[in-house]
């Protein structure tokens, strides 16, 4: 152990006391041993550190003005983590700026559903390019002595029952596909903490779970760090000290600590593994408190930034008859409220105070560009405005060309809750409609975190897609719609032609209980490439306003050992009259398997920069795992020998080169396992209605029940939502829409207050109110629930508010 000499002259109290938070925001200090509460805040695309109770007012969950950046789902269209590393570290500067030790972020989920309501803080449905960047975005980060956290650890991939579903996944599926990611980032980034998911996986808690926090992430990634949970995930405090957590946040007020004593006492609980938890606490307490001293970031030049990040992440979707770049000579119609008051962030604890916002409007003016304003909608209903259309009409007519903004506003996806379609609101599609007809000349902006359905592509002539780009996005709309920068980012999940096609569309977002992953590795364009199915638009679709040419492709060996580094050269040359950026992506395909596998999978990339008539010599290199599949018969990355196709393109379905390379096997006598018979259906690619028994063959076990059974009382980690049933439970979930629906107002983030208050487990009233309300409360309501006496039931719980009561200003000031 590094700290021994420390820890050996610590209490058990004093340990215990570390492995829980301080308070909502702070790491637990012991000053006896010098060791300072460090501050951790949310991210990932800026800071929202609460302020002070004397710098919010009246606003207390309103966090300090901070720069507010692109969401990831915008980032991860750059393809660049050159640029995503810069912004890591601008985001560094701000945390030592105000004194932030640990920055809450990147997630690093895979978008297995489009539907998730928190995809816009996501990378990817693809492994390999979501772990690099989150990789970039850590080494940034870091590179100003600041920790990051890389959440959420692992397979949380809806919103819906996020703190009580048990994820059912197959380990080659794990992975391949949804710890890969999370893989890249820990070997590459080395990221000071991980975070923790809310969710079960295969059954238990992964705030608990020993194969994923220290077989996977400890044993065979090598990870050095400590693992938080995140905010109300932690099950059983104990249990997660075994498996391999650190601290559970936030502060349980010193239930955990004394759980922990208890335990040591008991015999449950080991000293030693107790004093290794510490130990890695420790380390990270002393990195943070050298956290640099508080110097005044350069907000101009963090907002310059945070538009050159959006320049290089929005994607030019459809640009039919050149239509864009629009000249500057012209009036133009711009129509939408978006256009004044942009949609430039998701809804959800990464909420972000801009130290400025910027909106096209006023972009449009600092520009001198002449034109016409009409707003359209009311973006805060979908109600359609008939007389709002009528003045948006009058304006196209009255111009050559229209920026017509539109988009998902929050109502639509937010952390909390899942979307139930794709569908743009009702109010904008009309409006679409309506200014098509009075001028065919329509560029539509589009705002939004996640795929949308685009059944009205036909009445436009162009699609910029922006995103979520941040307080500075509007600038750099403009400069991409006036030719000031050439588009240059590319799709980094595939858009659907509608919500039906998608692979896990019978399996999401499950039961109450369990949501099955039958799909295995069918995500996104493995899934659509490999069953040839139509799409929107591709996995690494991206337009620009020049020409492309890729000649020459080389390997620098035609036949390789699995030990060996293939080296993949090609050239790609600019044939435009502008200077550009494109994407080359490269994909291999294993042309014979006896496992099943997708058609191709992406395994390098580069952007390249080039003006006009340049061309480049880009080198991509492929190793071992560029080839492999997770061998489950050896619980190992194995190349089967074979020959395996080289595909270099613009897109997953734009591949311009080709080149063949036989790979032989370091271990070709190895077992492996040949589930033709067993899975027909994933070996076909035809998963959306996989059998109970090809997925039991998958899982390599029986299918959890997904019904929770109706004999059992109601435990600690029930929900709410799962007391709708009982007399009780009707009555106080009917109260609780009431009274949400009533301080909502109306508000975008009702959805999401309702879900988190009838969605998450009891156990979390307790874990997350600072002792305000105790387990002896929880029980009461649990009898409640469970048809025992009310009167009784409340009588305790009031009984137990009177001991508590002093601690609600305690609660009330830390959130």
Same mark, same amino acid.
């Given at each position: 152990?590094?700290?021994?000499?420390?820890?050996?002259?610590?209490?058990?109290? +004093?340990?215990?006391? $570390?492995?829980?938070?301080? =308070?909502?925001?702070?790491?637990?200090? #012991?000053?006896?041993?010098?060791?300072?509460?460090?501050? %951790?805040?949310?991210?990932?695309?800026?800071? !929202?550190?609460?302020?002070?109770?004397?710098?919010? /007012?009246?606003?207390?969950?309103?966090?300090?003005?901070? %720069?507010?950046?692109?969401?990831?789902?915008?980032?991860?269209?750059? &393809? =660049?983590? +050159?640029?995503? +590393? !810069?912004?890591? %570290?601008?985001?560094?500067?701000?945390?030592?700026?105000?004194?932030?030790?640990?920055?809450?972020?990147?997630?690093?989920?895979?978008?297995?559903?489009? $539907?998730?309501? !928190?995809?816009?803080?996501?990378?990817?449905?693809?492994?390999?390019?979501?772990?690099?960047?989150?990789?970039? &975005?850590?080494?940034?980060? @870091?590179? @100003?002595?600041?920790?990051?956290? #890389?959440?959420?650890?692992?397979?949380?991939? *809806? +919103?819906?029952?996020?703190?009580?579903?048990?994820?059912?996944?197959?380990? !080659?599926?794990?992975?391949?596909?949804?710890?890969?990611?999370?893989?890249?980032?820990?070997?590459?980034?080395?990221?000071?903490?991980?975070?923790?998911?809310?969710?079960? #996986?295969?059954?238990?808690?992964?705030?608990?779970?020993?194969?994923?926090?220290? =077989?996977?992430?400890? =044993?065979? &990634?090598?990870?050095?760090?400590?693992?938080?949970?995140?905010?109300?995930?932690?099950?059983?405090?104990?249990? /997660?000290?075994?498996?391999? *957590?650190?601290?559970?946040?936030?502060?349980?007020?010193?239930?955990?600590?004394a759980k922990i004593v208890d335990a040591l006492i008991d015999g449950t609980l080991d000293e030693a593994t107790l004093d290794a938890r510490v130990d890695e606490i420790l380390d990270i307490l002393f990195k943070g408190q050298k956290t640099k001293a508080a110097v005044p970031y350069d907000k101009t030049a963090h907002h310059a930034l945070a538009r050159e990040v959006a320049t290089g992440s929005m994607v030019l979707l459809k640009n039919e008859d050149g239509i864009l770049p629009l000249p500057k000579n012209k009036t133009v119609a711009v129509i939408g409220e978006m256009a004044k008051s942009p949609r430039y962030q998701g809804a959800g604890s990464s909420l972000i105070n801009p130290t400025q916002l910027d909106s096209v409007f006023d972009e449009l003016l600092r520009q001198d560009i002449g034109f016409l304003y009409a707003q359209g909608y009311d973006k805060s209903t979908d109600k359609t405005d008939m007389a709002l259309i009528r003045e948006a009409v009058d304006t196209a007519k009255r111009c050559d060309s229209v920026l017509l903004f539109i988009g998902l506003t929050d109502e639509f996806e937010s952390e909390g809750f899942d979307r139930s379609h794709l569908d743009l609101p009702q109010s904008h599609i009309n409006l679409l409609t309506a200014v098509s007809k009075a001028n065919p000349n329509v560029v539509v902006v589009l705002a939004g975190g996640a795929p949308i359905r685009m059944q009205w592509i036909d009445s436009c002539k162009a699609v910029l897609h922006t995103f979520l780009p941040g307080q500075a996005g509007a600038g750099a709309a403009v400069d991409l719609l006036f030719g000031n920068a050439n588009p240059s980012g590319k799709l980094s999940e595939t858009y659907l032609l509608k919500l039906e096609d998608t692979p896990s569309y019978n399996n999401f977002p499950g039961s109450p209980v369990t949501v099955e992953y039958r799909e295995g590795l069918y995500v996104g364009y493995r899934y659509f490439d490999k069953v040839g199915k139509d799409v929107l638009f591709p996995f690494g679709h991206g337009l620009s306003y020049t020409t492309f040419e890729y000649s020459g492709l080389k390997l620098s060996k035609k036949n390789i050992k699995d030990t060996d580094t293939l080296k993949v050269t090609f050239k790609v040359k600019n044939t435009g009259d502008r200077a550009g950026a494109e994407v080359a992506q490269v994909y291999v395909s294993d042309t014979e398997s006896t496992v099943y596998r997708p058609v191709k999978e992406l395994k390098g990339f580069k952007k390249i920069f080039l003006e006009p008539g340049e061309e480049k010599t880009v080198t991509v290199e492929l190793d071992k795992r560029a080839f492999a599949f997770w061998n489950t018969a050896i619980g190992d990355w194995y190349v089967e020998s074979g020959a395996f196709d080289i595909l270099v393109g613009a897109s997953s379905r734009d591949i311009r080169l080709q080149a063949g390379v036989k790979v032989t096997s370091s271990d070709p006598d190895a077992a492996v396992p040949n589930d033709r018979e067993n899975l027909p259906a994933h070996y076909s690619g035809d998963i959306q209605n996989v059998p109970d028994a090809q997925f039991e063959a998958l899982l390599g076990r029986p299918i959890p029940n997904p019904v929770r059974d109706a004999n059992l009382p109601l435990d600690i980690n029930s929900s709410l939502e799962l007391a709708e049933n009982t007399a009780a439970g009707k009555v106080i979930n009917g109260a609780l829409r009431s009274v949400i629906k009533a301080i909502a107002g109306g508000a975008s983030n009702e959805g999401m207050m309702l879900a988190m208050a009838t969605q998450i487990p009891i156990r979390c009233f307790v874990s997350m109110s600072m002792g305000v309300f105790s387990e002896e409360m929880a029980q009461a309501l649990l009898d409640i629930l469970n048809g025992k006496s009310a009167l009784v039931g409340v009588g305790k719980i009031v009984a137990g508010l009177t001991k508590t009561v002093g601690k609600i200003g305690k609660l009330i000031s830390s959130i």
């Amino acid at each position: 152990m590094k700290y021994k000499d420390i820890i050996s002259t610590m209490t058990p109290e +004093e340990k215990a006391s $570390l492995c829980s938070g301080k =308070d909502f925001w702070h790491f637990q200090a #012991l000053r006896k041993f010098g060791i300072e509460a460090i501050n %951790v805040t949310d991210g990932p695309h800026g800071l !929202r550190k609460q302020k002070t109770k004397k710098e919010s /007012g009246t606003d207390m969950l309103q966090g300090i003005p901070a %720069v507010c950046f692109p969401t990831a789902s915008a980032t991860s269209c750059s &393809w =660049d983590p +050159e640029l995503i +590393e !810069r912004m890591g %570290v601008a985001l560094g500067e701000e945390c030592n700026a105000e004194g932030v030790s640990v920055l809450l972020g990147p997630g690093n989920n895979i978008k297995r559903n489009p $539907l998730c309501g !928190r995809n816009f803080e996501y990378f990817s449905e693809d492994p390999l390019l979501a772990g690099e960047m989150a990789a970039a &975005w850590i080494k940034g980060v @870091q590179s @100003q002595g600041v920790g990051a956290s #890389l959440k959420h650890f692992a397979a949380n991939n *809806q +919103e819906a029952r996020r703190m009580t579903v048990d994820s059912v996944v197959d380990e !080659r599926t794990l992975r391949e596909i949804y710890l890969a990611g999370f893989e890249t980032a820990v070997k590459k980034g080395k990221p000071w903490t991980v975070m923790n998911a809310y969710n079960r #996986l295969n059954g238990t808690y992964c705030a608990e779970n020993k194969w994923l926090l220290t =077989d996977v992430l400890r =044993d065979n &990634w090598g990870f050095g760090g400590i693992v938080i949970t995140d905010w109300g995930a932690e099950n059983e405090i104990v249990d /997660g000290l075994k498996a391999g *957590q650190n601290i559970e946040m936030p502060s349980s007020d010193g239930l955990a600590a004394a759980k922990i004593v208890d335990a040591l006492i008991d015999g449950t609980l080991d000293e030693a593994t107790l004093d290794a938890r510490v130990d890695e606490i420790l380390d990270i307490l002393f990195k943070g408190q050298k956290t640099k001293a508080a110097v005044p970031y350069d907000k101009t030049a963090h907002h310059a930034l945070a538009r050159e990040v959006a320049t290089g992440s929005m994607v030019l979707l459809k640009n039919e008859d050149g239509i864009l770049p629009l000249p500057k000579n012209k009036t133009v119609a711009v129509i939408g409220e978006m256009a004044k008051s942009p949609r430039y962030q998701g809804a959800g604890s990464s909420l972000i105070n801009p130290t400025q916002l910027d909106s096209v409007f006023d972009e449009l003016l600092r520009q001198d560009i002449g034109f016409l304003y009409a707003q359209g909608y009311d973006k805060s209903t979908d109600k359609t405005d008939m007389a709002l259309i009528r003045e948006a009409v009058d304006t196209a007519k009255r111009c050559d060309s229209v920026l017509l903004f539109i988009g998902l506003t929050d109502e639509f996806e937010s952390e909390g809750f899942d979307r139930s379609h794709l569908d743009l609101p009702q109010s904008h599609i009309n409006l679409l409609t309506a200014v098509s007809k009075a001028n065919p000349n329509v560029v539509v902006v589009l705002a939004g975190g996640a795929p949308i359905r685009m059944q009205w592509i036909d009445s436009c002539k162009a699609v910029l897609h922006t995103f979520l780009p941040g307080q500075a996005g509007a600038g750099a709309a403009v400069d991409l719609l006036f030719g000031n920068a050439n588009p240059s980012g590319k799709l980094s999940e595939t858009y659907l032609l509608k919500l039906e096609d998608t692979p896990s569309y019978n399996n999401f977002p499950g039961s109450p209980v369990t949501v099955e992953y039958r799909e295995g590795l069918y995500v996104g364009y493995r899934y659509f490439d490999k069953v040839g199915k139509d799409v929107l638009f591709p996995f690494g679709h991206g337009l620009s306003y020049t020409t492309f040419e890729y000649s020459g492709l080389k390997l620098s060996k035609k036949n390789i050992k699995d030990t060996d580094t293939l080296k993949v050269t090609f050239k790609v040359k600019n044939t435009g009259d502008r200077a550009g950026a494109e994407v080359a992506q490269v994909y291999v395909s294993d042309t014979e398997s006896t496992v099943y596998r997708p058609v191709k999978e992406l395994k390098g990339f580069k952007k390249i920069f080039l003006e006009p008539g340049e061309e480049k010599t880009v080198t991509v290199e492929l190793d071992k795992r560029a080839f492999a599949f997770w061998n489950t018969a050896i619980g190992d990355w194995y190349v089967e020998s074979g020959a395996f196709d080289i595909l270099v393109g613009a897109s997953s379905r734009d591949i311009r080169l080709q080149a063949g390379v036989k790979v032989t096997s370091s271990d070709p006598d190895a077992a492996v396992p040949n589930d033709r018979e067993n899975l027909p259906a994933h070996y076909s690619g035809d998963i959306q209605n996989v059998p109970d028994a090809q997925f039991e063959a998958l899982l390599g076990r029986p299918i959890p029940n997904p019904v929770r059974d109706a004999n059992l009382p109601l435990d600690i980690n029930s929900s709410l939502e799962l007391a709708e049933n009982t007399a009780a439970g009707k009555v106080i979930n009917g109260a609780l829409r009431s009274v949400i629906k009533a301080i909502a107002g109306g508000a975008s983030n009702e959805g999401m207050m309702l879900a988190m208050a009838t969605q998450i487990p009891i156990r979390c009233f307790v874990s997350m109110s600072m002792g305000v309300f105790s387990e002896e409360m929880a029980q009461a309501l649990l009898d409640i629930l469970n048809g025992k006496s009310a009167l009784v039931g409340v009588g305790k719980i009031v009984a137990g508010l009177t001991k508590t009561v002093g601690k609600i200003g305690k609660l009330i000031s830390s959130i």
